[in-house]
């Protein structure tokens, strides 16, 4: 392993060994500047080859309609759980959210500070293991838009469908889950996510935002958090995090290389895959989430005897396997298997798991 270790981090996460490679070559000296790409203008030519580059590299992977604007901001997702209502708000006075669990709950606390919430569909009654169908949700009729998180990084949950939300804008908080396959762009009227799981490191927030919904801002919006303030200013309306987008930039160039979202939804389903498997042919080890609607990029499970947990750490930690703890709201453990994470890594986890229950269990 030359000294790095099987790291199954939520965020921030496991980034491509040939980025960090490539980041490393590039560090002294970026393009022969003789200095190093954090250290010279946004408002330079080496910097805005790179703004250009990556957003152009993103949208071919996301396949980002020429109506949709792509920003490259700070102040993480957390961010934008007030800049959405800030700016998508207009005349309305209330938005409709969806409540999977920890960070949907989240978003919804940041919203009221802004606007009434209507929780149209709840999983809390069920633990949030599952989520009620769609024909159950109450849409409401004049919400400034639907919001909703389609992977639950804590809880392991992510939704098997995108919500048809009609003619209100939908919102997606895709943190944990962007770039984990293909998806349709043109459903959603935003999409955002803090760049920490499969983007790139933290301190970025990429805002996918269609045309039409720049001008909705509330006077009171911050300009930082502005939309149509940053998409007039190609996001740099205040300093970006210039190294945070190289890198970020360096991620969607080794994205296409792997063989583009296609490949890499392959690859998450054949990763997980076998992780649950192992865990529910296991009778040792447990994930409570509906089958349906587990998440690919981060399973939490739980050991038969809850005394084992810390053995269970301890262990794993002494072979090299890395944050595999479970957030403290849910306890025991949860593997992330963000894209970066090579599939060896699983297969790795899985024969010390079943090492492990050999000897535990
Ligand atoms: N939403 C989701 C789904 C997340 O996983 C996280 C971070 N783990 C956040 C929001 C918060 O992100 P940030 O720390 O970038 O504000």
């Given at each position: 392993m ?17 980025v ?5 070559d590039?560090?002294l000296d970026?393009?022969h500047e003789?200095?190093?790409?954090m250290?010279v203008?946004?408002r330079g030519?080496?910097?805005l080859?790179?703004a250009?580059q990556s957003?152009q ?7 980002i309609p ?6 490259f ?26 409540n999977s ?7 919804i606390?940041?919203?009221?500070r802004?606007?009434?919430v209507?929780?149209?569909a ?6 949030f293991?599952?989520?009620p ?14 919001h ?14 995108i ?5 209100v804008?939908?919102v997606?908080?895709?943190s ?6 293909p ?5 959603f ?6 760049a920490?799981k ?5 301190g970025?927030?990429?805002v996918?935002?269609r045309?039409?919904l720049?001008?909705r801002g509330?006077?009171?919006c ?8 940053q ?19 360096l991620v969607f160039?080794?994205l ?11 690859l ?6 076998k ?5 529910d ?9 509906d089958?349906?609607?587990?998440s690919?990029m981060?399973v ?6 809850p005394?084992l947990?810390?053995v269970f750490l ?8 890395l ?9 025991g453990?949860r593997?992330s ?5 090579p599939?060896?890594h ?10 492990f ?5």
């Open positions: 030359e000294g790095r270790t099987y790291n199954f981090s939520a965020g921030p996460a496991p980034m491509p060994r040939s960090l490679e490539r980041a490393r590039e560090l970026y393009n003789g200095a190093s790409i250290e203008s946004h030519k080496s910097f080859e790179v250009e957003e590299n993103l949208r071919d992977l996301l396949k020429a109506n949709y604007k792509v920003l901001l700070q102040g993480g997702a957390r961010g934008q759980f007030a800049g959405i209502p800030l700016n998508l708000k207009g005349k309305k006075g209330s938005a409709d959210y969806v669990g920890h960070w949907a709950q989240s978003a606390k940041e919203a009221l802004y606007l009434d209507n929780v149209i709840d999983g809390k009654g069920a633990s293991h599952t989520m169908e769609e024909s159950e949700w109450r849409f409401s009729s004049d919400a400034a838009y639907v909703y998180t389609p992977n639950e990084t804590i809880g392991g949950l992510e939704f098997p469908f919500p048809d939300s009609g003619d804008p939908l997606a908080d895709m944990s889950n962007i770039l984990s396959g998806i349709d762009v043109s459903r009227g935003l999409i955002y996510a803090g920490q499969n983007i790139g490191p933290a970025l927030t990429v996918i935002v045309d039409d720049l001008d509330h006077s009171n911050p300009a930082v958090l502005d939309y149509r303030v998409a007039d200013k190609d996001s740099m309306y205040n300093t970006p995090p210039t190294f945070a987008w190289y890198l970020a930039g160039e080794w296409k290389e792997q063989g583009g979202l296609e490949a890499m939804d392959q998450n389903d054949r990763k997980a895959g992780l649950y498997r192992v865990i042919e296991s009778g040792f080890y447990h994930n409570k989430v089958t349906r609607w587990r690919r981060n939490p499970f739980t050991l038969a005897a005394e947990d810390k301890a262990e794993s930690e002494k072979n090299g396997f944050y595999l703890k479970g957030h403290k709201s849910v306890g453990m593997a298997l963000y894209n970066a994470v599939e060896e699983v297969d790795a986890l899985i024969a010390f798991m079943k090492e229950e050999r000897k535990y269990g």
